[in-house]
C-alpha cells in the first residue's frame, strides 16, 4: 500500500485545513484502518484520529476532539481530516498510516505510512 498524504500548509490560527490521504496498491475498502499522526519539531509522533472499515472513529479527545473530523470515501480510496479552529499548538507535520490497527492509537498499530504534510498554524 502506498499512501499519499496532502492538504497541508500555513493558516492562522482559527482557520481551517483539510488533509487527505490517497492510497495505491491496495484499496481502504479490505480490512485496514487508518490512522492520522502529527510530530511537531522535538517531540514524539502522536496520535491524532483513526477510522476503522466499518466508519467507526476515535480521537485523541485531549488534543483535537470537537475540532477534527475524519472521515473515509471507500470508494476513492481516501481519508480525510477536516480541521477547524486550528490553534499554533497544531503545528506539525501530519502522517496517513494505514494497517490492521488493534487498538488505531499507536504507531505499531499501522504497518504503512506516507510522507507526511507540514501544516503551521501562526498565532
Same mark, same amino acid.
Request: net charge positive.
Given at each position: ?8 500548509? /500555513?493558516?492562522?490560527?482559527?482557520? =481551517? /485545513? ?10 481502504? =475498502?479490505?480490512?485496514?484502518? @487508518?490512522?492520522?499522526? +502529527? ?12 477510522i476503522r472499515v466499518s ?11 470537537? +475540532? ?12 480525510? /481530516?477536516? !480541521?477547524? =479552529? ?13 494497517g490492521l490497527a488493534d487498538?488505531? !492509537?499507536?504507531?505499531?498499530?499501522? =504497518? ?6 507540514? @501544516?503551521?498554524?501562526?498565532?
Amino acid at each position: 500500500v502506498q499512501l499519499q498524504a496532502s492538504g497541508g500548509g /500555513l493558516v492562522q490560527a482559527g482557520g =481551517s /485545513l483539510r488533509l487527505s490521504c490517497t492510497a495505491s496498491g491496495r484499496t481502504f =475498502s479490505a480490512d485496514y484502518a @487508518v490512522g492520522w499522526f +502529527r510530530q511537531a519539531p522535538g517531540k514524539e509522533r502522536e496520535f491524532v484520529a483513526g477510522i476503522r472499515v466499518s466508519g467507526a472513529t476515535m480521537y485523541n479527545t485531549d488534543s483535537v476532539k470537537g +475540532r477534527f473530523t475524519i472521515s473515509r470515501d471507500n470508494a476513492k480510496n481516501t481519508v480525510y /481530516l477536516q !480541521m477547524r =479552529s486550528l490553534k499554533p499548538e497544531d503545528t506539525g507535520v501530519y502522517y496517513c498510516a494505514a494497517g490492521l490497527a488493534d487498538t488505531m !492509537m499507536y504507531t505499531s498499530d499501522y =504497518s504503512y505510512w506516507g510522507q507526511g504534510t507540514q @501544516v503551521t498554524v501562526s498565532s
